[in-house]
């Protein structure tokens, strides 16, 4: 029952495909060789690993603490236009921060100036805050216009004959 042979019309051409991807392979068997014959290493070849023995100290060695520790702490870093890295947070040297003058005359402008955005901050402040406080008054006087101006137009309606205010 086994060796019963398939009979179909495509049976003889599927057999020589068989065939022919079989004799593919055994060229294709050459593709890669072995290029070391001898595969003993040599004890000098090998580097010595430090083994931890204990169980407490392999879960140390494994800590995010101190792998953290070991590695450092990143930097990030900027590429100008020239592709040059530059880190982020560059800091002055202390010559050419004395050659900008005496930090106290440094101070005092720096002051000046945020003294100056502060004011003109303060006063666009005040400025949006006396629009919206008029512009909720005006709301309001309209609302009590309007409010009035709906009762006596009820009042008309009942005939009382009164003019509305304008």
């Known amino acids: 029952m086994f060796e019963r042979k398939n009979q179909s019309v495509l049976s003889e051409h599927y057999l020589k ?3 022919d991807n079989k004799t593919q392979e055994d060229d294709e068997e050459d593709f890669l060789s072995v290029k070391r014959k001898d595969h003993i290493l040599q004890d000098d070849e090998i580097p010595q690993l430090e083994i931890n023995s204990s169980k407490r100290s392999q879960k140390k060695a494994l800590s995010r603490k101190l792998t953290a520790k070991s590695q450092g702490s990143g930097s990030k ?4 236009d020239d592709g040059i890295a530059h880190p982020i947070y560059e800091l002055e040297d202390e010559e050419d921060f004395h050659k900008l003058g005496p930090a106290d005359k440094l101070k005092e402008e720096f002051l000046n100036k945020e003294r100056e955005l ?5 006063s666009a402040d005040k400025d949006v805050a006396r629009e919206k406080k008029q512009e909720k008054k005006r709301r309001r006087k309209e609302m009590e216009r309007l409010s009035n101006g709906y009762d006596e137009e009820e009042g008309d309606s009942e005939g009382e004959g009164r003019r509305q205010r304008r």
Request: avoid cysteine; proline fraction near 0%.
């Open 118 to 122: 502060m004011t003109k901050a303060d």
């Open 77 to 80: 870093l900027v590429f100008d």
């Open 17 to 19: 495909l068989n065939v």
